[in-house]
């Protein structure tokens, strides 16, 4: 099928789906190329709709890198929505990338990004959209249709591996291009798909998952991960070394309908030199680089003028713990502010949070602040090793407060190890005291009400963090645990506290795919079959989906989230090497235990690894 | 000293899909890719002095969009089309960039081209004579205090009709100004359920703008 007879198909239906622009492509910043003199065809899918797609960052780095590059072309695919999937599916239209406007299927590489879990059964539905069967193995022989993922997400991949020919591991730069400069090299010589998997499986960062036999003990867990036809025995992630250096597009696609984070975006700094032990990213993506100020200063002026934007964002896990942050927020802000640019940043830490830096954001604009102690007390912030004490978390709220802001929106988890209901009390109690504060303040802005919004998210323990041991809360404990916090609060401050959670259901979803192991494909497999779609929308998720797909393969969802793992346990992601030694995670967890703090990278090398990985001490 | 630019542009291809709403923002940002120096309005928020005239109905084609916006400095009406050509998305296009003429508020009527698939355009355009021979066409218009009935027949200048192989082409005048204002969909979809002829999903094409003065509106 050809992009006319596509267009010519969906032109009649796109009025009467919601936001048509996003189906259509065409947008500035789009890049159209001549498919004849095109050696390797990239379909970059992400499994959510386009409004939630387009505000990734790794999509814009990674879609101007192959563009970059004369014989590739990478193109954009996101989920249809509901409505226009039905209309698809009625209309026989398969998917398409929006460059071409032609069928994904006829693509080489289909690559799809894993940012959460709950995304899974989004692929499965997009392959069956695009017309590639939805299983590996069913895939033929010759070399096309390649589908490979990379993302946060393959640091566990064995949930899905039985969909995908081959993963990504770490940060994709480099080794994207590696490996399509093999596909273009091998499909002219006209070899076959397995032949190409075998080679690519040589690229550092490949994981091809069928050149690896799992088997299982009697328990339940696993006996063995064997490598066949010469696969290394482990797979180690990429990295790029010169975070500086490393490609950064000058421009983005710029979407005619609103998306999430609609703006243009530097990403400062890799890693995080925090080692927050519930914080899978703080690991995953060690270790910490910086951008100098100068490079990012350049690169947000390139895409601010490239792009047209009006705003301007910073991205990074930990953006106040730059090095350079005084430097870089002052030479941003002379040019954003010349050039009318608002700027916003995301992820500032409540233990650096100064009068200095207030002023600085206070002269971008004034809406909430967003703190996240994570946890109520002091005992079970140092168990997970966020180093932040009530003292700061007052001060930062009472600089907020002097500093005209009324809002103030807390993050905490519930569900945490060694977690009691005092330290859910805990919570109340700072919701309370900042509460208190407010109307203490001389500063405090005058005829408005302090709203504080507290939002407690059910811990879910991730592969590659010091709990990963851990089981995750049942639901009659996270039941118990919300309902002490709501008692918690004094009543009072019942209109002034808002406090908000997540359905237990799809945490333990995601806390099972998190640690899951290959035999959860034929359950995800199921679970779309039964009607699983954006399982990551509170309001799409349908448990009873998922609760028969588990009945149907046998497999329970407790095995999995609710159970305690020993320190010698196989894990399902142990021949992949994400540079943390396990035995620094056990170390990290044994700490945690006794409600031990590790100080920050910075401070004091903790030894996780990652130096002996890359060669050279971080700091 | 702010100068005005009125821009008569063409939204076709994909770009029909952009609403109005996403329109303005794409200009706002193409405006900045060209580096014009845009006027802000003053207070407490400046936005750009950009003006639309008449929203275009989404999955509408058009060949005489109307955008006026004033700069700082004074450059050439000629450099500005350029400078903005260089930088539209595929489907828009600066055909003309010159100092306004009539008051916004002086726009009056559209002319829209309006095609209907159909493999019998002759059977259909008799149809359609037969539709709009009738002495009223009497419909409920939904505004914004409830609905309202309108004689369709009254508001609409039926100009011509060219029966084509793959369907029949209407040419129509219709109110587009800030007090009467008539959708040619209106028009088509209460032909469509009259018509004892079916035809395929039609297409809309606004072609000129008129003044209330049915003189063309510059």
């Known amino acids: ?619 | 000293m702010k100068t005005i630019y009125r821009m008569k542009f063409s939204k076709t291809g994909r770009a029909k899909y952009i609403s109005h709403l996403d329109l303005m923002r794409c200009f706002q940002r193409c405006i900045r890719r060209a580096e014009l120096p845009i006027a802000y309005s003053e207070g407490f928020h400046p936005h750009m002095l950009i003006v639309f005239a008449a929203a275009l109905s989404l999955g509408f084609e058009s060949e005489c969009e109307i955008i006026e916006i004033q700069l700082r400095e004074e450059i050439p009406f000629d450099e500005v089309k350029n400078r903005m050509n260089a930088i539209l998305p595929e489907g828009i296009e600066i055909l003309r960039c010159y100092a306004p003429q009539h008051k916004m508020g002086q726009m009056g009527y559209a002319e829209y081209k309006v095609t209907l698939p159909s493999d019998d355009s002759m059977e259909l355009n008799k149809s359609w004579k037969e539709f709009m021979s009738q002495e009223k066409i009497l419909v409920e218009k939904k505004t914004k205090r409830g609905f309202r009935e309108i004689d369709l027949k009254e508001q609409t200048e039926f100009l011509s009709a060219e029966e084509q192989a793959d369907g029949l082409v209407l040419f129509l005048r219709l109110p587009a100004g800030s007090t009467v204002n008539v959708n040619p969909s209106l028009l088509i979809e209460t032909f469509e359920k009259n018509s004892a002829i079916s035809f395929g999903f039609p297409k809309y094409c606004r072609q000129k703008l008129f003044s209330s003065e049915k003189t063309e509106f510059f």
């Not at chain 1, 409004?51 to 990734?56: L, N, R, T």
């Not at chain 1, 407060?401 to 060694?418: A, D, E, I, Q």
């Not at chain 1, 802005?445 to 811990?459: D, L, N, W, Y």
Request: aromatic fraction near 10%; proline fraction near 5%.
């Open chain 1, 1 to 619: 099928m050809s992009a006319i007879s596509i267009l010519s198909k969906i032109e009649p239906l796109l009025l009467s789906v919601q936001k048509p622009s996003q189906y259509i492509g065409g947008e500035v910043g789009s890049i159209v190329k001549d498919k004849e003199n095109i050696d390797v065809r990239f379909a970059f899918c992400f499994p959510d709709t386009y409004e939630i797609g387009m505000s990734h960052l790794g999509m814009k780095i990674l879609y101007g890198l192959i563009n970059q590059r004369e014989n590739f072309w990478c193109e954009r695919v996101f989920a249809p929505d509901m409505d226009f999937e039905q209309l698809m599916r009625e209309n026989d239209i398969p998917l398409y990338a929006l460059e071409s406007l032609e069928p994904v299927r006829d693509f080489d590489m289909i690559g799809f990004t894993l940012q959460y879990e709950l995304s899974y059964t989004n692929i499965l539905n997009m392959l069956d959209l695009a017309g590639i069967p939805v299983y590996a193995r069913d895939r033929g022989t010759s070399m096309v249709q390649m589908v490979c993922a990379g993302g946060p997400c393959v640091c566990n991949p064995e949930p899905v591996a039985d969909f995908f020919d081959f993963f990504i591991l770490g940060e994709g730069e480099e080794v994207n291009l590696e490996v399509m400069d093999l596909y273009a090299d091998m499909k002219k010589k006209g070899c076959t798909r397995q032949e190409f998997l075998r080679e690519a499986a040589k690229i550092e960062g490949i994981y091809v998952p069928s050149l690896y036999d799992i088997s299982y003990k009697e328990d339940g867990t696993i006996e063995k991960i064997s490598p066949k036809e010469n696969a290394p025995a482990v797979i180690t992630k990429r990295i790029i070394k010169d975070f500086d250096k490393v490609y950064y597009p000058e421009s983005f696609v710029v979407p005619f309908t609103e998306v999430v984070h609609d703006r243009s975006v530097v990403e400062v700094l890799r890693g995080c030199i925090r080692g927050c032990r519930f914080c899978q990213a703080g690991f995953i993506y060690r270790p910490f680089r910086e951008k100098q100020p100068d490079t990012i200063c350049k690169q947000a002026q390139n895409l601010c003028k490239n792009t047209g934007y009006e705003e301007l964002s910073l991205s990074s896990l930990s953006t106040s713990d730059h090095s350079g942050i005084d430097e870089m927020l002052t030479k941003l802000l002379d040019f954003t502010e010349e050039k009318r640019i608002g700027m916003s940043l995301p992820s500032l830490r409540v233990d650096n949070f100064s009068d200095a830096l207030m002023e600085k954001i206070k002269r971008v604009r004034k809406t909430g602040l967003t703190f996240a102690p994570e946890a109520g007390t002091q005992r079970l912030r140092d168990v997970i090793n966020k180093n932040v004490s009530d003292e700061e978390i007052m001060n930062a709220a009472e600089i907020a407060f002097s500093g005209g802001y009324f809002n103030v929106k807390l993050y905490f988890m519930m569900g945490l190890p060694t977690e009691t209901d005092e330290d859910i009390a805990g919570i109340a109690e700072i919701a309370d005291r900042i509460v208190d504060m407010f109307f203490q303040n001389p500063d405090r802005p005058r005829g408005k009400m302090v709203q504080v919004s507290v939002s407690v998210a059910t811990f879910v323990p991730k592969p590659f963090t010091p709990f990963e041991f851990e089981p995750q809360a049942t639901e009659e404990e996270v039941h118990h645990k919300q309902e002490h916090l709501v008692n918690s609060i004094n009543p009072r401050n019942a209109k002034r506290v808002k406090v908000s959670w997540h359905e237990f259901r799809i945490s333990q979803m995601e806390g099972v795919l998190a640690r899951g192991d290959r035999r959860l494909c034929d359950v995800i497999y199921a679970a779309w079959k039964n009607g699983s779609r954006f399982d990551s929308w509170s309001d799409r998720f349908n448990w009873n989906c998922w609760e028969k797909a588990f009945a149907q393969c046998g497999v329970s969802p407790e095995f999995y989230a609710s159970r305690r793992r020993e320190y010698d346990e196989i894990m399902p992601w142990d021949h992949l090497n994400y540079m943390v030694d396990k035995s620094f995670l056990v170390r990290e967890h044994k700490k945690a235990m006794n409600a031990e703090t590790t100080p920050h990278c910075r401070a004091n090398c903790s030894g996780c690894g990652v130096n002996r990985e890359v060669g050279r001490a971080c700091f």
